[in-house]
């Protein structure tokens, strides 16, 4: 089954997991902004790194028969330089006409800090002035459901992006509910410890449905697996879940996600049928 990995970190990971992931099924891949691993110094080291996932991980991803698409922002971890941040979010514009650019991303909260919500209210500025899809990191462990919270909240007061353009990253049990209920899409991240499991997000499709929901490795720096999205089809399957059904959450929910950004184009490639 091909599939879609809507949030990881190539830029982190080998060519020999393009080629794992190519050969898994891997259609195409969406690359947020992150963390390097320690904090950049200044705006010049942004726009490397925004060229870096604009033209390069493209690149290196089409060898292997991967699609690239992109996010862009300054990420949260980095959020407490309010000025830094600016100087930054003043830049990103000269990145947004580019066709695998599919909007602002992955801002939010790491601590909860209030120079972190200063910044994420001032991404989302910048995504309703021109119009762009937003992809929202939640914050980790026992930040996470107070930090989902003030997300809520804050998304709450912006009027100018509807629920519908905005995905909630990184939900678990008791962080997905509400976002679905303000309307907004859901990733869950397969990580190998925390986060979600592909057993845990089996669960958590059987109880919420598929609408409006996506899986994802978020693979990076740290201890992650770039074939999360095929362990969680794995899942599915043992649980006699429909082919159609696991379609929809790893293939076409991404699609439909990524479509609402008008510079978005992807050819879906044809599946080989299995012969008996």
């Known amino acids: 089954m091909n599939y879609i990995d809507p949030h990881i970190h190539m830029v982190s990971r080998t060519t020999d997991d393009y080629k794992r992931m190519a050969m898994a ?16 110094s200044g705006v010049e080291g942004f726009r ?12 290196r991803a089409k060898l292997y028969g991967i699609e690239h698409a992109c996010w862009l922002c300054i ?6 330089n309010v000025s830094l941040s600016r100087e930054v979010i003043a830049m990103i514009p000269e990145f947004l006409e580019l066709p695998n650019v599919l909007g602002i991303g992955e801002i939010g909260l790491n601590k909860n800090t209030k120079n ?33 919270r003030m997300i809520l ?54 109880i919420y449905g598929t609408e409006r929901i996506m899986v994802n490795s978020a693979g990076d720096w740290g201890h992650s697996d770039p074939l999360a999205v095929p362990e969680f089809i794995f899942e599915m399957r043992a649980r006699g879940h429909s082919e159609s ?32």
């Open 25 to 40: 099924g891997c259609a195409l891949v969406s690359e947020p902004a992150f963390w390097a691993g320690f904090d950049r």
């Open 48 to 59: 490397d790194y925004f060229r870096q996932l604009t033209v390069v991980e493209g690149r």
């Open 75 to 80: 990420n949260a971890k980095e959020a407490e």
């Open 116 to 148: 972190e919500s200063i910044i994420f209210r001032e991404h989302l500025d910048l995504a309703s002035r021109t119009n762009e899809l937003v992809l929202v990191h939640t914050p980790h462990l026992a930040d996470k459901y107070q930090g989902t």
């Open 153 to 206: 909240d804050m998304l709450a007061h912006e009027s100018r992006i509807s629920a519908s353009r905005v995905c909630i990253d990184h939900v678990e049990e008791h962080t997905i509910r509400p976002a679905l209920e303000a309307g907004h899409w859901v990733g869950m991240t397969l990580y190998p410890i925390t986060k979600c499991t592909p057993s845990r997000a089996a669960d958590l499709i059987e």
């Open 245 to 276: 059904t696991i379609r929809r959450v790893v293939y076409e929910n991404p699609l439909a996600f990524f479509s609402q950004c008008q510079r978005f184009r992807f050819e879906p490639r044809k599946e080989k049928l299995a012969t008996s």
